[in-house]
């Protein structure tokens, strides 16, 4: 029993003892009391901020976005592949042509069938830019298109030259018989530049990969910047069951080979 009271003793005394020292720190009592409180407000206030931001990402997705004719990276006038020490097959344009700055673009073939790859690339490059101004996308969608590598963009998910004052290239087998064009995009007056494109026959995909191994500058002994515009293998033993199937490697735009 006295035990007991002693506790009860012991308990009040130590109760009023910390209402006594929490009346003379008036501050950190209130302090202690709205912390809580002020750390849930700050905890719903971000919430709120970032439901927020996320409501108005959402808002700017677009369910259907429209279809761009895909872009090929074209080399710059002084990079693109000519007639070297390293690089002697037939077919090359001579390097004289830089002082004309008339240097066609060269695309890579092979494949199963040499004439059905042949004949495929005749087939993919026009020989005229044809648009038709009230469907100027699929008149576009026809053609081999490109812009020069080497312009430095922030478009993540967007090729820069349908956002930008960049000119578009068309690549044509022949001459080109007019040097560019304007077409109307998203309601901007675009420059179209026609650019002659070459496309030769190698024997293997292999013969492909060193050719555009030798086009960079540590590819050759020269130490010379020689780049193709793309390689594409191609194989007719798909095509004639109805089917298409191309292996390419693309030129990116910080020179580098994309398969």
């Known amino acids: 029993m006295n035990s007991s009271r002693n506790f009860c003793t012991q308990v009040n005394g130590f109760l009023r003892k910390n209402l006594i020292e929490q009346k003379r720190d008036t501050c950190k009592t209130i302090w202690l009391f709205f912390f809580p409180m002020f750390l849930l407000l700050a905890m719903s206030l971000v919430q709120t901020f970032i439901s927020h931001e996320l409501n108005q990402g959402y808002s700017h997705i677009l369910l259907h976005p429209k279809k761009w004719p895909a872009l090929l990276y074209i080399p710059a006038m002084p990079d693109r592949a000519v007639e070297t020490k390293s690089s002697r097959f037939v077919g090359l344009a001579p390097e004289s042509c830089m002082n004309t700055g008339l240097c066609p673009v060269t695309l890579l073939l092979t494949g199963d069938n040499k004439s059905f790859g042949l004949s495929f690339a005749q087939k993919m490059f026009p020989?005229?830019?044809?648009?038709?101004?009230?469907?100027?996308?699929?008149?576009?969608?026809?053609?081999?298109?490109?812009?020069?590598?080497?312009?430095?963009?922030?478009?993540?998910?967007?090729?820069?030259?349908?956002?930008?004052?960049?000119?578009?290239?068309?690549?044509?087998?022949?001459?080109?018989?007019?040097?560019?064009?304007?077409?109307?995009?998203?309601?901007?007056?675009?420059?179209?530049?026609?650019?002659?494109?070459?496309?030769?026959?190698?024997?293997?995909?292999?013969?492909?990969?060193?050719?555009?191994?030798?086009?960079?500058?540590?590819?050759?002994?020269?130490?010379?910047?020689?780049?193709?515009?793309?390689g594409i293998q191609c194989q007719y033993s798909i095509f004639e069951r109805g089917e298409y199937k191309l292996a390419t490697w693309l030129l990116e735009g910080n020179a580098q080979l994309k398969q």
């Open 127 to 230: 020989s005229t830019i044809s648009l038709n101004s009230s469907q100027v996308l699929h008149s576009l969608a026809n053609m081999v298109l490109g812009y020069e590598k080497g312009y430095n963009h922030n478009f993540d998910f967007l090729d820069p030259a349908y956002f930008s004052n960049i000119p578009l290239y068309s690549i044509q087998l022949h001459q080109c018989s007019t040097n560019s064009t304007f077409v109307s995009l998203n309601g901007v007056q675009r420059e179209l530049r026609c650019v002659r494109g070459l496309y030769l026959w190698m024997n293997s995909s292999s013969e492909v990969n060193d050719e555009l191994f030798k086009g960079y500058h540590q590819g050759n002994l020269e130490g010379k910047i020689n780049e193709f515009v793309a």
